[in-house]
T-cell receptor, first 113, second 116 residues
Framework: DTGVSQNPRHKITKRGQNVTFRCDPI?????LYWYRQTLGQGPEFLTY????????KSRLLSDRFSAERPKGSFSTLEIQRTEQGDSAMYLC???????????FGPGTRLTVT | GNSVTQMEGPVTLSEEAFLTINCTYT??????LFWYVQYPGEGLQLLLK?????DKGSNKGFEATYRKETTSFHLEKGSVQVSDSAVYFC???????????????FGKGTKLSVIP
């Protein structure tokens, strides 16, 4: 069990550029979550996949954000036309069931300059 | 909607002191409650959980009891160590918060520093 991995760990981009993050969940987990965490705050839910189906999206997920989980394995989160307000830590978590117990990756820290 | 309120930090304690971090919640259903911990430079880790009223979660000397009557889930440890220095997050998960996603709703976190 290698845990949840995320790449890249850090990303610095200029405003207006597109960025894509990748999450590899624990292999037998069918549930995958994305959260965003800003400084001094707890993580906030962005979106949820069960297998390859994206079943829920937060109102925080504007039209510039898109997430995919092809074949129910890894997931990608893309932000188009980045804004300075997108600067945050983006966390991925996976879960084997609906217990609420989730396993988190180390996160991708995005800085938009 | 669901929400979690936890005591603001930072909290600084001497080694072997008693720790309490208060957490209260608001939920529409019957949530499960969690404490997650984030050690410096590491990702969030589940510390303990409780799934129904009066359940006590425990791990690594930490304890928290699910109190439905006071909607609380306070974290306690009898004797903290320097290695307990971290940020602690209270969270809840509720079947009714969203399309059965069991998404976690977190508090803002409490930073604990333990000095020798």
């Amino acid at each position: 069990d290698t845990g949840v991995s995320q790449n890249p760990r850090h990303k610095i981009t200029k405003r207006g550029q597109n960025v894509t993050f990748r999450c590899d969940p624990i292999s037998e987990h069918n549930r995958l979550y994305w959260y965003r965490q800003t400084l001094g705050q707890g993580p906030e839910f962005l979106t949820y996949f069960q297998n390859e189906a994206q079943l829920e999206k937060s109102r925080l997920l504007s039209d510039r954000f898109s997430a995919e989980r092809p074949k129910g394995s890894f997931s990608t989160l893309e932000i188009q036309r980045t804004e300075q307000g997108d600067s945050a830590m983006y966390l991925c978590a996976s879960s084997p069931d609906g217990s609420g117990e989730q396993y988190f990756g180390p996160g991708t820290r995005l800085t938009v300059t | 909607g669901n929400s979690v309120t936890q005591m603001e930090g930072p909290v600084t304690l001497s080694e072997e002191a008693f720790l309490t971090i208060n957490c209260t919640y608001t939920a529409t259903g019957y949530p499960s409650l969690f404490w997650y911990v984030q050690y410096p430079g590491e990702g969030l880790q589940l510390l303990l959980k409780a799934t129904k009223a009066d359940d006590k979660g425990s791990n690594k000397g930490f304890e928290a009891t699910y109190r439905k009557e006071t909607t609380s889930f306070h974290l306690e440890k009898g004797s903290v160590q320097v290695s307990d220095s971290a940020v602690y997050f209270c969270a809840l998960s509720d079947l009714y918060s969203g399309a059965g996603s069991y998404q976690l709703t977190f508090g803002k976190g409490t930073k604990l520093s333990v000095i020798p």
